[in-house]
């Protein structure tokens, strides 16, 4: 089993910039695939940004790329996600999760059916 904690979360004006945190309990091969998905009140919860642990290879949802960074540090069990020119449309509860095989083919990479591990969230709020 796999603990995430996500941090970070926090009110930015429009066009600000926060960056959220996940520390996983451990990195191993059930975290070979990390990535933070958002879920909107009255949406379904969407993959934001994937990162494949092993290699750091990265993937954005189109609406984020290019504001939105995914990255890693080993060595503290972390992966952050960087948003910056923050939208009101990004207002969102922010998940952490994680999975062995995730990454493997691009379908399910994106698929929050496909991850094992979920952390509790942190809420970003951008006011309109």
């Known amino acids: 089993q796999v603990q995430l904690v996500e941090s970070g979360g926090g009110s930015m004006q429009a066009g600000g910039s926060l960056r959220l945190a996940c520390v996983a309990s451990r990195f191993d091969s059930s975290t070979t695939c990390m990535g933070w998905f958002r879920q909107a009140p009255g949406k379904e919860r969407e993959a934001v940004a994937i990162?494949?642990?092993?290699?750091?290879?990265?993937f954005y949802a189109d609406s984020v790329k290019g504001r939105f960074t995914i990255s890693q540090d080993n060595a503290k069990n972390t992966v952050y996600l960087q948003l910056t020119t923050l939208q009101p449309e990004d207002t969102a509860m922010y998940y952490c999760?994680?999975?062995?095989?995730?990454?493997?083919?691009?379908?399910?990479?994106?698929?929050?059916?496909?991850?094992?591990?979920w952390g509790q969230g942190t809420q970003v709020t951008v006011p309109s």
């Open positions: 999760a994680a999975d062995e095989s995730a990454c493997e083919y691009r379908p399910w990479r994106y698929s929050e059916a496909r991850y094992s591990y």
């Open positions: 990162i494949r642990t092993r290699g750091g290879e990265t």
